[in-house]
């Protein structure tokens, strides 16, 4: 048997892809949306049976060393190597195309970091290193597990003892590990007199080095490796090999700053912390995260530069359509501080960190004099800048209210001096938006009524379809109470068949595959009890609407009988008028 085929017999692509994406079983396949291209409706499928995936959207497909080449952006050894450590596998056979440059480069990495370690565990000159460490108070074990090592200071000690190893100066050079000297020929080391801390690859394999000078020493404080073949600082993030688990498992990963942040947090048992690799946050490092969550906590440092790059932070992660906190320590400026000094509170940190939009209007409410017109003006500017940025209309809409309540300006208003929005006649825009909510409530309350059965019974008792102004919308809420009304229950089976008619007849086909996904993302971590408070509010926003819209509809047309001075029909109206009036104020 070749090593190719005792790592697919070894290897299930379920269990390999689950890793990468949120597979549901459909029927004898596994589906999701495709990780190749961006889609709404899931087109990727996985046959277990057969051991492939194929895209029916971008029409991708293959087997297990396949998609690790298509998701790594590997070459067939990186991904042969990868998949043998996974499965347990010694490559035995002799392939040539196993001795690819980068996994010359991936060896020599290796090399490096254990030369590090022994240097740190024996050297004399190691000794400010050690004591350094031990003040920061990393234990032996955490310095073993992330391979922390140290840098003698000499210029070609690890240049000398990589050339022992058969690698040339040429190939030491491109992994970044020795630097041309400015006159002559020759090499010499980059790092030196520093601590050590491997950068490793999701996989754990170990693709860049940063290091670090202790706290008396002088120069840079960090000193990273370069980009290279195998190390691309704006896809690699720090610590994302050991914390990936854990983030999967809490759906959510923290960014701190930096290297030391991430592992006093592993180390205290908070495992869901990552960080950037001698860069600022970018895309592809989002990227990468989203494989194990949508759920994002910036956590920077409490100065002016740390709250700049939580702001650019925020940007990205709206852009990559994530769920995005803000976590503010209790103690100290950065994670490691607030842990050294008590380890609750960086626990309490978490527990308490606040959606960002919340985090910046309360930055915003201590900023700016709201009592002033001019600085009330500068505050909405700004939070309307964050608020635009949001890809969903429902979370523009929730936000907007809170804004509303903080500056004490009308929804409408703020909807009109949002950034980008089409400018309108306050009466043409009042109606503009009054549509685009009401679109955006129907679809939250009936997608949460749809997976969420039990709330049928009470949309049934409090709402009227007469009510609801979208009319495929009303078609479908009538023909659901008639389903409903046959037996007063709901069966799951039976309702997803009567749903695929629905489906057919009234939306456009794999609409509500697509509403269980919104759904989904937009109220992920909800518990029951709070899905049965969200369709209560939903219902209530709906009779108001509808109240508002009638009380409106009789105020003009009392006026228009006062004009014909039918005293008869005014008193009927204002009958009506103040029925409405009631039922509205009812619901406040």
């Known amino acids: 048997m070749s090593d190719v085929d005792e790592i697919k017999q070894k290897i299930d692509i379920i269990s390999l892809v689950g890793e990468y994406v949120q597979l549901t079983q459909a029927g004898s396949n596994w589906k999701a949306r495709c990780p190749f291209h961006n889609e709404k409706t899931p087109s990727f499928l996985v046959s277990q049976e057969k051991q492939i995936f194929h895209c029916f959207g971008c029409g991708k497909g293959g087997?297990?060393?396949?998609?690790?080449?298509?998701?790594?952006?590997?070459?067939?050894?990186?991904?042969?190597?990868?998949?043998?450590?996974?499965?347990?596998?010694?490559?035995?056979?002799?392939d040539p195309r196993v001795h690819s440059q980068k996994t010359r480069l991936l060896d020599i990495h290796r090399w490096a970091t254990a030369?590090?370690?022994?240097?740190?565990?024996?050297?004399?000159?190691?000794?400010?290193a050690r004591k350094y460490l031990e003040k920061r108070g990393l234990s032996a074990e955490t310095i073993m597990d992330f391979k922390i090592g140290f840098a003698p200071d000499s210029w070609d000690k690890l240049l000398n003892f990589l050339k022992s190893k058969n690698y040339t100066e040429s190939e030491i050079g491109l992994a970044g590990l020795i630097t041309r000297k400015n006159q002559g020929s020759g090499w010499y080391d980059r790092f030196r007199n520093r601590v050590i801390f491997p950068i490793a690859d999701v996989h754990g394999a170990i693709i860049g080095l940063g290091g670090r000078i202790m706290e008396a020493e002088g120069g840079a404080k960090y000193l990273n490796s370069p980009q290279t073949p195998i190390y691309d600082k704006s896809s690699v993030v720090y610590g994302m090999d050991k914390a990936k688990q854990e983030i999967k498992q809490v759906d959510q990963a923290i960014f701190v700053e930096g290297y030391m942040d991430v592992i006093s947090s592993h180390q205290a048992g908070v495992k869901n912390v990552v960080a950037t690799s001698g860069t600022a946050l970018t895309p592809g490092h989002l990227k990468m995260v989203k494989r194990y969550t949508n759920?994002?906590?910036?956590?920077?440092?409490?100065?002016?530069?740390?709250?700049?790059?939580?702001?650019?932070?925020?940007?990205?992660?709206?852009?990559?359509d994530m769920n995005i906190k803000i976590v503010r320590v209790l103690f100290g400026k950065d994670p490691d501080e607030?842990?050294?000094?008590?380890?609750a509170l960086w626990h309490q940190s978490i527990a308490e960190a606040k959606p960002y939009m919340e985090y910046f209007m309360e930055?915003?409410?201590?900023?700016?004099?709201?009592?002033?017109?001019?600085?009330?003006?500068?505050?909405?500017?700004?939070?309307?800048?964050?608020?635009?940025?949001?890809?969903?209309?429902?979370?523009?809409?929730?936000?907007?209210?809170?804004?509303?309540?903080?500056?004490?300006?009308?929804?409408?208003?703020?909807?009109?001096?949002?950034?980008?929005?089409?400018?309108?006649?306050?009466?043409?825009?009042?109606?503009?938006?009054?549509?685009?909510l009401r679109i955006d409530v129907y679809q939250t309350l009936f997608g949460l009524v749809v997976s969420n059965l039990d709330n049928i019974e009470y949309l049934a008792e409090n709402l009227e379809a007469g009510?609801?102004?979208?009319?495929?919308?009303?078609?479908?809420?009538?023909?659901?109470?008639?389903?409903?009304?046959?037996?007063?229950?709901?069966?799951r089976n039976n309702f997803d068949q009567w749903l695929k008619i629905q489906d057919n007849e009234i939306f456009n086909q794999g609409f509500f595959d697509s509403l269980f996904l919104l759904i989904k993302r937009e109220f992920d971590g909800f518990s029951l009890e709070d899905?049965?408070?969200?369709?209560?509010?939903?219902?209530?926003?709906?009779?108001?609407?509808?109240?508002?819209?009638?009380?409106?509809?009789?105020?003009?047309?009392?006026?228009?009988?006062?004009?014909?001075?039918?005293?008869?029909?005014?008193?009927?109206?204002?009958?009506?008028?103040?029925?409405f009036i009631r039922q509205r104020s009812q619901l406040d």
């Open 295 to 320: 759920n994002v906590a910036f956590c920077f440092d409490q100065d002016e530069a740390g709250q700049r790059a939580a702001a650019r932070s925020v940007d990205i992660a709206l852009a990559e």
């Open 363 to 436: 930055a915003i409410d201590g900023k700016y004099d709201l009592n002033d017109i001019n600085q009330k003006k500068a505050a909405a500017k700004e939070l309307l800048t964050q608020v635009a940025k949001m890809t969903s209309k429902l979370e523009q809409d929730f936000w907007l209210r809170k804004l509303s309540d903080l500056l004490g300006v009308d929804v409408a208003l703020l909807w009109e001096s949002m950034p980008g929005a089409k400018t309108l006649t306050r009466t043409e825009h009042a109606g503009f938006v009054a549509q685009k």
């Open 338 to 343: 607030c842990i050294q000094k008590d380890l």
């Open 467 to 491: 009510m609801i102004f979208d009319e495929k919308w009303r078609r479908f809420y009538n023909n659901l109470i008639l389903l409903y009304n046959k037996d007063k229950k709901t069966d």
């Open 115 to 128: 030369y590090f370690m022994k240097s740190l565990e024996i050297s004399k000159s190691a000794e400010p």
């Open 531 to 579: 899905i049965q408070t969200e369709v209560i509010c939903l219902v209530k926003k709906i009779k108001k609407d509808f109240f508002q819209y009638r009380i409106n509809e009789i105020s003009s047309e009392i006026k228009k009988a006062e004009s014909e001075k039918d005293d008869d029909g005014i008193n009927q109206l204002f009958k009506q008028l103040q029925s």
């Open 63 to 94: 087997d297990i060393f396949t998609f690790v080449q298509e998701m790594e952006n590997l070459d067939f050894p990186e991904t042969l190597r990868l998949l043998a450590k996974k499965a347990g596998v010694e490559l035995r056979n002799t």
